[in-house]
């Protein structure tokens, strides 16, 4: 089992920014690949941003590219999303994912771990 904590949710408003932090737990941090979705009010939940194992290699859906940042320290076994240049529509319940890889992340089945989300909130 691999718990997931995230963190660092709030109100911004356009144009600012917010950095998302997810803590790990659980199984060796390293082993999973990680992921940030979102879901807003009313619409499905999607993929924002995907990153491997060793942080070599990212994927990003085309809304947030060049504003969204994923990254992840394994030494303190935390996964980040720093968000620039918000807009009212990246407003979401923010959750973590961890699964064995990208590709299984991005199954239709979805992660096989999950944080509780944090609310981020961009106002016009």
């Known amino acids: 089992q691999v718990q997931l904590v995230e963190s660092g949710g709030g109100l911004v408003q356009a144009g600012g920014s917010l950095r998302l932090s997810c803590a790990a737990s659980g199984r060796t941090f390293s082993n999973y690949a990680l992921g940030w979705f979102r879901q807003a009010p009313g619409k499905e939940r999607e993929s924002v941003a995907l990153?491997?194992?060793?942080?070599?290699?990212?994927y990003y859906v085309g809304s947030v590219k060049g504003r969204f940042t994923i990254s992840r320290d394994n030494s303190k076994n935390t996964e980040y999303l720093q968000m620039n240049s918000l807009k009212p529509e990246d407003t979401a319940v923010y959750y973590c994912?961890?699964?064995?890889?990208?590709?299984?992340?991005?199954?239709?089945?979805?992660?096989?771990?999950w944080g509780q989300g944090t609310q981020v909130t961009v106002s016009s």
């Open positions: 990153i491997n194992r060793s942080g070599g290699s990212t």
């Open positions: 994912a961890a699964d064995k890889s990208i590709q299984t992340l991005s199954a239709d089945r979805g992660p096989a771990y």
